[in-house]
């Protein structure tokens, strides 16, 4: 009896697994977040007065074309700017001394052909959408702690940053904030020392 014919045909089960492990690699690969645009920030600094500590800081803030046409149909968009205050540790992790974020709501009614801001239940109405970014990029004395929350004489390690809350977005826009570079508008970690 002459031994079976030799096939070099790849079972179907393993082939079908590869293929779908290659459909999925290329998934993931294609849903992978393209760079973010920059918010660069021009400069953050910190006081201390009436015993509050205070933050200013300034960020170069403008939304992308993108933002702008959603902005435009009526689509909200969510700026977070967070701040954090830590102290170094030898030979530990730094002691987070403050944490602090401030949420804008901004939105456009062109029933009024108004921009709004809001963060909670306040509100501002703006004409123009360059007034909209002077505003929500400017941070003026803004109270982030208690001076009593400082330790006097030491050193800290302050950090400063704007983002666009992706996830605060409407479903179908957080899939395009996950593949377009115009969806993802944040600032670097702008970091500074502070000695009060």
């Known amino acids: 009896m ?22 999925a690699a290329a998934i993931a690969l294609a849903a992978r977040p393209a760079f973010a645009d920059e918010i660069p920030v021009r400069s953050a600094s910190l006081a201390i007065a009436d015993g509050e500590l205070l933050l200013s800081a300034q960020f170069d803030f403008s939304l992308t ?18 701040f ?15 944490e602090w974020s401030i949420t804008y709501r901004i939105s456009y009614s062109s029933l009024t052909r108004q921009y709004r801001v809001a963060s909670g239940p306040l509100g501002q109405t ?21 001076a009593s929350q400082i330790i006097i004489g030491t050193t800290y390690e302050a950090a400063v940053r ?15 904030a996950l593949a377009s570079r115009e969806w993802q508008l944040a600032s670097d970690w702008h970091r500074f020392t502070f000695t009060p």
């Open 2 to 23: 002459p031994p079976p014919a030799r096939t070099d045909r790849v079972p179907v089960k393993p082939r079908r697994r590869f293929l779908l492990a290659l459909a």
């Open 65 to 82: 074309p993108a933002l702008e046409q959603a902005l435009d149909k009526g689509v909200p968009l969510y700026f977070t700017i967070e």
């Open 84 to 98: 954090e205050l830590s102290r170094a540790r030898p030979l530990w992790f730094p002691d987070k001394a403050v």
């Open 126 to 146: 703006f004409e123009s959408l360059a007034d909209v970014e002077r505003f929500v990029g400017h941070v003026e004395s803004r109270p982030v702690a208690k």
């Open 162 to 176: 704007m983002k666009l809350d992706v996830n605060q977005l409407p479903k179908p826009f957080q899939l395009n």
